[in-house]
């Protein structure tokens, strides 16, 4: 039936959900993009301030914005903050409560996924964190007899009367309620709070008027979350340039989110669009021909004909850009003798209808909020956005149909650290500090193992900096790990690729050195013979010992010069002075980080040296060309270090 209750204001929603389900609230709420911000501090705030009442909630990635820090950052950040997000922008108070450890005791947040290293030293985080795949959250979740499910939603009013659309999270809303009736367990609550700029999106994301019993729809909405476009640096982009040659054309690609699969779509993108200085660029990185070689037997080395079909938990922005180019366009139909017929070349081209991309949720820029609407008017069978159980799970009703959709998968996703035996550190520390989330990524890893010519790709930079200096990212061992060795496949740094499936143990050590920084070899082979693992005799080849950020800067650099590689490879949200601040800043930042830093920093600030064209422009943006105080006068003069070094050694851009 018609839902009986719509409402306007969001105070009055929250105190009638609180008398629906009484003084115990067990909430789920989907992750990212979909949360109500504004229902769900109402309801928080009604609970804080009733200690007779408790309020239990289960999501995932909670996303607000930077918290900068007071100073340079603060003074940098928050004029782009208010533009890019909006002054009405609503964090949600328990995620900024939890981060500081605040949270009232009788409020309990359990989260499956954080944003990346957010929530570290939140006690509470880490405690109520529930690790688990994707795929396994809505089976858990109907054990917590939730009574509560808020999401946010877009709508439809026509002759036919209301829909409404999961739009940005149909991810696990469908599997959560299916499992609880199911276990037969009652329905909870379920809450639409309308959008105005959600992308309607049909298909297996619209639900009826009845699937929802209360409605909200603010007078008001902020604008929806959308992130900021990033960088792209010199040993992301070789990275990315090794990872587009193991793309098969007419496949299937899955890629997650963060400056390396960006660099991956970008090398995809002049695959197609600049084969020859794409080809150009990988020999110069692929000095031994490995990564070629491994491109002849998995991916290509040729533009797209065939086009590849998109099945990814996240649809973000490179899919738009990888449909724009002519890249994704292979279709698939959720019909087995239609894809038999497309997969042996049989089916008419003007067949109609079918999908090029599927997903389960979606979070990017408002440029991708913008192109779904379009394409869902425009083609609407294109995009379709379903339940997490349809994209991450192989098994059940749909094996036999996924299985032929996904034929020639290539999975990529980032991982923080590897061992020299295949087993990947992605979500955890060693100390088993939760950085974000398993997530998908054991999903897709055993899946490409299932898919008769599937094949997973992780990612990760062979060193990161730390206090003091750098360390590798490629291990002997390490205490935690979320992909086990026994699923070792392809892993990528931006010194090659390193295929170690059906490889002996030796030979996977010897894989994984052939990507490793050329500062680390001798660490590793040692620590790897002292093990066993490695032969007595085995000797580092003299070409892997080229393995240096100075290696990359030299092979990349005539391509970068061509304008091939730039630092923002899908445009910038920061101005042109921003951007030249953002460099200036990261360099300030990274010179404090060490004691010498702090010294050499503190010489230099005596003599920053002579003016440059771009100061000027620089100090009135972050309201510095006048300071004040002695606080505003030390800042200035630290800027004006860096600005000055920054343009002197040509790495402004």
């Not at 992750?31 to 408790?54: F, I, Q, V």
């Amino acid at each position: 039936m018609p839902i009986q209750h719509r409402l306007s204001n969001t105070e009055a929603c929250a105190k009638q959900i609180a008398d629906h389900v009484g003084v115990d609230l067990r909430m789920a709420a989907p992750l990212g993009l979909g949360k109500p911000h504004g229902l769900l501090n109402a309801l928080y705030r009604l609970t804080a301030d009733d200690a007779s009442r408790s309020m239990r909630l289960f999501t995932a990635l909670s996303l607000t914005r930077p918290q900068p820090k007071p100073g340079l950052e603060a003074r940098f950040l928050k004029p782009f903050l208010q533009r890019h997000f909006g002054a009405d922008q609503v964090d949600p108070q328990y995620a900024l409560d939890q981060a500081r450890d605040a949270l009232p005791s009788n409020i309990e947040v359990h989260e499956f996924y954080m944003q990346s290293g957010a929530l570290l030293h939140s006690g509470a985080a880490q405690r109520n964190y529930i690790s688990q795949n994707y795929t396994h959250v809505a089976r858990d979740l109907a054990l917590q007899d939730i009574n509560v499910l808020v999401q946010l939603v877009a709508r439809r009013e026509g002759s036919d009367g209301v829909h409404y659309s999961l739009s940005c999270n149909p991810d696990l809303t469908l599997d959560l309620l299916r499992q609880i009736e199911a276990a037969g367990k009652p329905r909870p609550l379920c809450v639409a709070v309308v959008h105005p700029d959600l992308p309607y999106m049909g298909g297996m994301a619209e639900v009826v008027e009845d699937f929802f019993d209360l409605e909200l729809r603010p007078d008001a909405s902020p604008r929806l979350f959308a992130l900021p476009r990033l960088p792209v640096d010199t040993a992301e982009y070789a990275l990315g340039l090794h990872a587009s040659a193991l793309v098969k054309d007419g496949g299937c690609l899955q890629i997650g989110i963060g400056a390396l699969s960006d660099a991956l779509v970008k090398g995809l993108l002049l695959r197609q669009q600049e084969n020859a200085q794409w080809q150009r660029a990988l020999a110069a990185l692929d000095t031994t021909g490995n990564t070629q070689a491994i491109a002849e037997r998995v991916g290509g080395l040729a533009p797209f004909e065939q086009g590849l079909y998109g099945a990814s938990e996240m649809v973000l922005d490179g899919f738009m850009h990888l449909q724009r180019a002519g890249v994704l366009k292979r279709r698939s139909w959720d019909n087995l003798a239609l894809e038999r017929a497309s997969a042996s070349g049989r089916l008419n081209p003007a067949t109609p209808g079918g999908h090029y991309l599927r997903g389960a949720f979606f979070l990017g820029t408002r440029e991708l909020y913008d192109w779904l609407a379009a394409t869902e008017a425009a083609d609407p069978d294109a995009i379709d956005m379903c339940p997490v159980s349809n994209v991450n799970h192989l098994y059940g009703d749909h094996q036999a149909l996924a299985t032929l959709q996904r034929r020639g998968a290539r999975f990529f996703n980032t991982c923080m650290m590897a061992t020299l035996l295949g087993a990947a550190v992605s979500d955890t520390l060693d100390d088993g500090g939760v950085v974000s989330g398993v997530g998908g990524q054991y999903n897709f890893v055993a899946m490409a193992h299932e898919l008769p010519d599937g094949r997973s790709a992780l990612l990760l930079r062979a060193t990161r900096k730390v206090r003091g200096g750098i360390d590798s990212n490629i291990r002997w061992n390490y205490g935690q790990a979320t992909i086990p060795r026994h699923l070792r496949d392809l892993y990528i740094t931006e010194y090659g690729v390193a295929d170690l499936r059906g490889k002996s143990d030796s030979e996977c050590i010897e894989a994984m050195l052939s990507i490793s920084d050329a500062r680390f070899l001798e660490a590793l082979c040692a620590e790897a013979k002292s093990h066993g693992k490695l032969a007595r005799d085995f000797v580092i080849p003299d070409i892997w010992r080229r393995h240096t950020p100075e290696y990359l800067h030299e092979a990349l650099a005539p391509f970068q010069q061509k304008g091939l590689l730039p630092k923002f490879p899908f445009g910038s949200d920061f101005t042109e002075t921003e951007q030249l601040l953002l460099s200036a800043l990261t360099w300030l930042q990274s010179a404090q980080a060490t004691w010498r830093g702090k010294w050499q920093l503190l010489r230099a600030a005596v003599n920053p040296g002579a003016p440059v064209y771009e100061e000027l422009a620089a100090l009135v943006r972050m309201n510095l060309e006048h300071p004040q105080t002695l606080a505003e006068r030390i800042e200035r003069r630290l800027l004006l270090v860096a600005l000055r070094r920054k343009t002197s050694s040509g790495q402004t851009g």
